[in-house]
Nanobody, 123 residues
């Protein structure tokens, strides 16, 4: 079992930055690929970024490529999402997730989920 807790969300103006964190419980964090997803009101949950167990491979949705950076610190059992040049369309609840395969952008590929953190970008 892995428990995930996100933090770092909030209200920011367009073109601003936020850094999300996701802290994992347990000693098996390094065995999991980690992903960030988001869900806006009335929309389906969508893939944002993912990172392999070692951190050596990262994947991004086209909509965030070049603006967001995913990273992890296995010693701290934490995965991060640095978000720069934020746009109003980035407004959503952001979720971190743990699963066996970092290259998958499907929510179904992830076994464990956090409760989410709200990110609101004003224009």
């Amino acid at each position: 079992q892995v428990q995930l807790v996100e933090s770092g969300g909030g209200l920011v103006q367009a073109e601003g930055s936020l850094k999300l964190s996701c802290a994992a419980s347990g000693r098996t964090f390094s065995r999991y690929a980690m992903g960030w997803f988001r869900q806006a009101p009335g929309k389906e949950r969508e893939f944002v970024a993912s990172i392999s167990r070692s951190g050596g491979s990262t994947y991004y949705a086209d909509s965030v490529k070049g603006r967001f950076t995913i990273s992890r610190d296995n010693a701290k059992n934490t995965v991060y999402l640095q978000m720069n040049s934020l746009k109003p369309e980035d407004t959503a609840v952001y979720y971190c997730a743990a699963g066996p395969l970092s290259s998958s952008g499907s929510p179904n590929a992830y076994n464990y989920w956090g409760q989410g953190t709200q990110v609101t970008v004003s224009s």
